[in-house]
């Protein structure tokens, strides 16, 4: 059974950095792509970031480019997300989400096929 386990989140100053964790299990992600997406109170999933298992590569949203580096940990399973200079619009609950093969792009909340419960971050102004 596949396990995604967030970790991380918490209540922060604006200005703050914060890094978040996910914890995966269950299967081999050798060929996956894991990512990290957010969603604020009445508003859509938003994508953030992803890193490719193997490889390491990662991809970032705008919003994200420059403030958030996603890395992960293949001996302990664990992808993380640290976020720096944080700002109120980055408050919500943060999900970590894994899928294999996909002709979607990596933004796409409906491609991927397993997802944490999500952990609660507040950036307070």
């Given at each position: 059974q596949v396990?995604?386990?967030e970790s991380g989140g918490g209540l922060v100053q604006a200005g703050d950095?914060?890094?978040l964790s996910c914890a995966a299990s269950g299967r081999s992600f050798s060929n996956h792509i894991l990512g990290w997406f957010r969603q604020a109170p009445g508003k859509e999933r938003e994508f953030i970031a992803t890193i490719s298992w193997s490889l390491g590569n990662t991809y970032y949203s705008n919003s994200a480019k420059g403030r958030f580096v996603i890395s992960?940990?293949?001996a302990k399973n664990i992808v993380y997300l640290q976020?720096?200079?944080?700002k109120p619009e980055d408050t919500g609950v943060y999900y970590c989400a894994a899928r294999g093969y996909s002709d979607y792009g990596p933004g796409e909340p409906h491609s991927y096929d397993y997802w944490g419960q999500g952990?609660?971050?507040t950036v307070s102004s």
């Open positions: 396990q995604l386990v950095s914060l890094r992960r940990d293949n976020m720096n200079s944080l952990t609660q971050v």
